[in-house]
């Protein structure tokens, strides 16, 4: 049985007054989710804040990105594996679309980075997913095999036991079009398959995320589809209510 995770991306948002009432939101609202995983993934700043923020809570840290190198050095502007693991960050998002598409990143770089995090033992939340364009075209299997493939050939089938997969339809991300039910269901048991190929036991045990435009009115839907482990939520994850709404949606369907 895989314990539903449900994790906001809060993106490039927020100030220390924001960050405070949020979590103090969260705090209050998710306390008696056990039978769940919850985190938030603040910007880089705000991670601290957060974590003393939340200390006493069930809820987890993480961060939305990392440098491809792994400790410290003459790279101005980024923030390495070593210094979210001195944080005590738990989590890290890696290859999340929007840094695929406005920063460049490519899977070799983005499997480089999961490596890293694996190394660190900071649990990589490792995003896929095809644009509208791949999916009209006929092409979303093969993009979405390629992009798991660079990391299975980096670290091998065997860590995907420590690795999130955060199935991403980027014409769902921030446009509140959301994949149907169905629609997840399927990628998400392609997803699966692809690993049961190369690894029964790892491929039952994985976490497989839903994200794009999760809501508190669809979250019970999509979290009930059988290959659905909880959601990656952005804009929903900005506001405690919602978020803690969604969270509650994974809880009732891990209780059911
Ligand atoms: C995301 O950015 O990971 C995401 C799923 O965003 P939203 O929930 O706003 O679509």
Request: hydrophobic share 45%; glycine share 8%; proline share 3%.
């Amino acid at each position: 049985m895989r314990k539903p995770f449900v994790a906001g991306n809060w993106k490039m948002h927020g100030s220390k007054a924001f960050v405070t009432e949020l979590n103090q939101g969260l705090k209050q609202q998710t306390n008696s989710m056990t039978e769940i995983d919850i985190a938030v993934c603040p910007p880089a700043l705000y991670i601290s804040q957060t974590i003393a923020e939340l200390e006493g809570s069930t809820v987890k840290v993480g961060a939305q990105n990392i440098a491809e190198e792994a400790s410290q050095g003459a790279f101005t502007g980024e923030i390495s594996i070593a210094m979210l693991k001195d944080m005590q960050c738990d989590y890290v998002i890696l290859g999340h679309s929007e840094r695929r598409a406005i920063y460049g990143e490519t899977d070799e770089q983005i499997a480089n980075k999961v490596a890293l995090a694996l190394e660190a033992g900071i649990t990589p939340i490792f995003c896929v997913g095809e644009t509208l364009e791949e999916r009209e075209s006929g092409t979303m299997e093969s993009v979405i095999a390629m992009q798991l493939d660079a990391v299975i050939s980096k670290v091998g089938v065997e860590e995907f036991e420590k690795i999130v997969i955060a199935y991403e339809p980027v014409w769902a991300i921030g446009t509140g079009v959301t994949a149907s039910p169905e629609q997840a269901q399927e990628v998400h048991a392609f997803i699966r398959d692809k690993l049961a190929r190369l690894n029964r036991a790892v491929a039952e045990k994985v976490i497989i995320q839903y994200g794009g435009s999760v809501k508190p009115n669809n979250a019970a839907e999509l979290f009930a589809q059988a290959d659905i482990d909880g959601g990656l939520i952005g804009g929903a994850s900005l506001n405690a209510d919602d978020f803690a709404a969604i969270c509650q949606a994974a809880q009732d369907v891990a209780s059911a």
